[in-house]
């Protein structure tokens, strides 16, 4: 998964069904010995949605810039979530 490259625009049209991967921390999981996040603790969360095209990523922080056009998809949940906070890919492999 993980269709898009960071920079690059999406040769997917808005309104395409996506498969969602994310992940969430156990808190209660320690810490490795070195003080890093094991990852025993990342517990996987997968989802569907509707991709809805590139618009200008409105968070602070990570791997993309407040500004930066970022694929925005839409969960079955209502939940929004961003294209740089997770791996997607077409329900349908033959987009």
């Not at 309104?15 to 991967?21: E, S």
């Not at 791997?63 to 906070?85: A, F, H, Y």
Request: net charge negative; glycine share 12%; aromatic share 8%.
């Amino acid at each position: 998964m993980g269709h898009k490259a960071l920079g690059h625009p999406s040769p997917i049209e808005p309104g395409t069904r996506v498969h969602v991967l994310r992940h969430s921390l156990d808190t209660s999981v320690p810490l490795t010995s070195d003080g890093d996040i094991s990852p025993l603790a990342y517990i996987p969360h997968e989802e569907q949605g509707t991709y809805l095209g590139e618009f200008p990523y409105d968070k602070d922080g990570g791997m993309v810039r407040r500004g930066q056009r970022n694929p925005k998809i839409q969960l079955d949940s209502g939940e929004t979530t961003w294209g740089c906070e997770c791996w997607w890919d077409p329900v349908d492999p033959a987009v």
